[in-house]
C-alpha cells in the first residue's frame, strides 16, 4: 500500500491544513513585509519593534506549530486526530465571531472566522464520507 492509499480523506483534509499553515507561518518569518503589504499597510510605517510586527512574528510562529503539528498527526496516522482539529477549529472560529459580536474584535476577523468554520465543515464532512465507506466495506464483506 502507497503513502498516498493509506490515508484517509479526513487525514487528507487536515495535511493540507497543516501544509498551508506551515507554508504561511514560514512565509511570515521570512518576509513580514509581504504579510503587512498584504493587508493594506505600509511596512515602512512600522518598526522593527512595533506591535503589530512583534504579534504577528508570534502569529507565524504560532501557524508553524499548527502546521507542524498537523502533519505530525497525519503522519502519524491518529484516528482521532480529524475530529480534534473539527473541535479546534469550530472554536476558534466561534470565538473570532463572539469577540466580534460583542464590539472586541473589528470585523477584520471574519475572514479569520470563516476560514476556521471552511476548515471544520470540510474536515467533519470528509470524517463522515471516511466513515461512510468503512461502513459500506464492511457490509460487502459481511455480504
Do not use: C
Request: glycine share 10%.
Amino acid at each position: 500500500m502507497s503513502l498516498f492509499q493509506q490515508h484517509t480523506k479526513a487525514g487528507w483534509t487536515v495535511g493540507a491544513a497543516g501544509l498551508i499553515a506551515l507554508g504561511l507561518g514560514v512565509m511570515g518569518l521570512v518576509n513580514q513585509d509581504s504579510q503587512l503589504a498584504a493587508v493594506g499597510l505600509n511596512p515602512a510605517d512600522h518598526a522593527s519593534d512595533d506591535p503589530l510586527r512583534v504579534t504577528m512574528t508570534s502569529s507565524s510562529v504560532a501557524a508553524m506549530n499548527t502546521g507542524a503539528i498537523y502533519l505530525l498527526g497525519v503522519a502519524k496516522g491518529w484516528s482521532w486526530f480529524p475530529a480534534l482539529t473539527v473541535a479546534t477549529r469550530s472554536a476558534q472560529a466561534i470565538g473570532f465571531l463572539t469577540m466580534m459580536a460583542n464590539g472586541r474584535a473589528s470585523s477584520a476577523y471574519t475572514a479569520a472566522a470563516v476560514w476556521e468554520a471552511a476548515g471544520a465543515v470540510i474536515t467533519a464532512g470528509a470524517i463522515w464520507w471516511d466513515w461512510r465507506q468503512a461502513k459500506s466495506a464492511a457490509k460487502r464483506v459481511a455480504a
